[in-house]
């Protein structure tokens, strides 16, 4: 099963959802997709050349290629381990569809084949978007021009200090609203943004909350839990914007709510404010999707005292993704993937949920982009149902191909689309 092409799509949703797609000489097409970064497909385009006429069985040979000529770029994360991460991804569906097997025979077999999905509910509004560099916009098939609309949020902050949407205070009952009608679409467990512009905030900078802001945070939450009862697991995100004091008081406030964890409340970069709150939080702490390598979760677990960890296979690979969860299993420590994907990069996924026996529950961050379920071929009925993927030895590879005609009417116009001119 030699390579002979690789080739790049992008589809503008809530991110830039970038699909690789490897054309083999048996006529075997693998699908993958990496988790955005900026000149992420003209990095897979410089990578390509070590691929081509390559036996694209040799997956973990070729990923270690891979990494070792992008080591000077990115030798710990980045934009390279986002590329090699869709290539990846592409050969495993490509080299199980050759034998003939779906994805997860390939890491062991299955744990369970059903797969439990959360929804991730953002600030309780609907469809936001974001750029590759984690800006603002309006994606071009929703805007009155037809094209992009990007907002610089830099600017913006340099000139208006607080956007207006931080002097209106986030309200209680928009969350629970919101909560009560995701759990109706069938999903057990949710989680919610609680970072949030607001009133209250003193310093934009200094990551210090203030009372009041922790009480407006403990009062979204409580509203949340009396929306969707005991029955439903709650997790709240801070996207690494707080220290690790304002961190700690902040779930202790949220304690009596019973969260399932409490996500990235301390810069990612360092460990040692990881530890001091994992030391005196009661509420558990996962963190990951910002991380690689099993040497990078060895590190959050054994020094940062990490309660659950949150890998994102669109940015670790799915073989470097098994090794962190076999190291987290260890230590008897969950994993709850991180996963902002398309349908490609969420099956591919799921199938390797399938394979942790210390799984949780895995992402899914599209509940919002009306054609997500469209964008796959090859399944009967929806992808995630009653909030679980269903995975059968029927279908080989991921279990779906790429519609690539409906992706291409959600295309990112100034990037490559596959071969097409
Ligand atoms: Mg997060």
Redesign the pocket.
């Known amino acids: 099963m030699k390579i002979r092409d690789i080739q790049t799509a992008v589809i503008e949703a809530n991110y830039d959802w970038t699909i690789v797609k490897v054309l083999t000489d048996e006529d075997i097409v693998g699908y993958g997709e990496c988790f955005v970064a900026p000149g992420l497909t003209r990095t897979i385009g410089e990578l390509k050349p070590i691929l081509i006429g390559q036996d694209g069985r040799n997956i973990d040979k070729l990923c270690r290629l891979l990494r070792e000529a992008g080591i000077t770029a990115g030798p710990v994360g980045g934009t390279i381990f986002h590329a090699i991460a869709g290539i990846e991804t592409a050969l495993w569906d490509a080299y199980s569809k050759w034998l003939g097997v779906p994805l997860f025979r390939l890491f062991g077999g299955a744990f369970r084949t059903q797969i439990r999905i959360y929804a991730d509910c953002h600030a309780g509004e609907g469809l936001s978007s974001l750029s590759a560099i984690c800006t603002p916009r309006i994606p071009w098939w929703m805007s009155e021009t037809g094209e992009t609309v990007r907002f610089d949020e830099i600017h913006m902050r340099a000139h208006g200090g607080l956007s207006e949407e931080a002097k209106e205070l986030p309200n209680p009952s928009a969350y629970a609203k919101r909560a009560k009608q995701v759990k109706e679409m069938g999903y057990t467990a949710l989680k919610f943004d609680v970072d949030i512009p607001n009133p209250y905030m003193r310093d934009e900078f200094n990551r210090c909350l203030d009372n009041r802001e922790i009480d407006l945070i403990a009062s979204l939450v409580e509203a949340v839990r009396n929306a969707v009862g005991k029955d439903t697991d709650i997790a709240i ?1 801070c ?1 690494w914007r707080f220290s690790s004091e304002s961190a700690i008081r902040l779930a202790e406030a949220i304690a009596p709510y019973r969260l399932l964890w409490l ?2 409340p301390v810069p990612p970069d360092s460990v040692e404010a990881l530890e001091r709150v994992t030391d005196y939080s009661p509420v558990p702490i996962a963190t990951g ?1 910002n991380h690689y390598t099993r040497q990078h979760f060895h590190d959050l677990i054994v020094h940062g005292g990490v309660h659950i960890v ?1 890998p994102d296979f669109q940015k670790t690979g799915l073989l470097e993704g098994k090794r962190i969860a076999d190291l987290a299993e260890t230590f008897t420590v969950p994993v709850a993937p ?1 996963n902002i994907s398309s349908p490609i990069g969420t099956m591919a996924s799921a199938h390797l949920c399938a394979t942790i026996p210390n799984f949780l529950v895995l992402e899914h961050h599209g509940i919002d982009v009306p054609f997500w379920e469209e964008l796959a071929i090859g399944w009967d009925g929806q992808i995630i149902r009653n909030g679980y993927i269903e995975l059968s030895d029927e279908k080989p590879g991921i279990g779906i191909e790429l519609n690539e005609e409906i992706a291409y009417q959600y295309r990112r116009k100034d990037e490559p689309f596959f071969d097409r001119v």
């Open positions: 995100d996207h996500e990235d999707e949150s991180h």
